[in-house]
């Protein structure tokens, strides 16, 4: 099981966004910024692009009200979307607020944010979705 699995089934802690009968969206932990969003399919499949073509879109219309959400939330320019896959094996994509593309630059160093914090960040984006 990966640890996104695990999170899914609950025997991680997270901080849900959305679910629904094939995808999960919860805060990042770790984020690049306030509102960092990971969207990861229920099944597990490494590689992104595995996953079947119907998912595969399903995945992102899923994804589409939390960016909006996200954008609402945050003072950004727009939501970035990057798929990199390389920190867990485990299809999944990232939302966050961005105003330049240097913001998706995942080599910066990540935020370190309290539970509260990042319960705030939640009821923020909870309240545009």
Known sequence: MTIFSKIIAGQIPSYKIAENEKFFAFLDIFPLAEGHVLVVPKVETDKFFDLEDAYLSEMLLFAKPIAHAIEKAFD???????????EVPHAHLHLLPINDADDLNFTRDKLEMSKDE??????????YL
């Open 118 to 127: 990042l319960k705030r960040v939640q009821e923020t984006i909870l309240r």
């Open 76 to 86: 950004c320019n727009r939501c970035g979307i990057s798929v990199v896959g390389l």
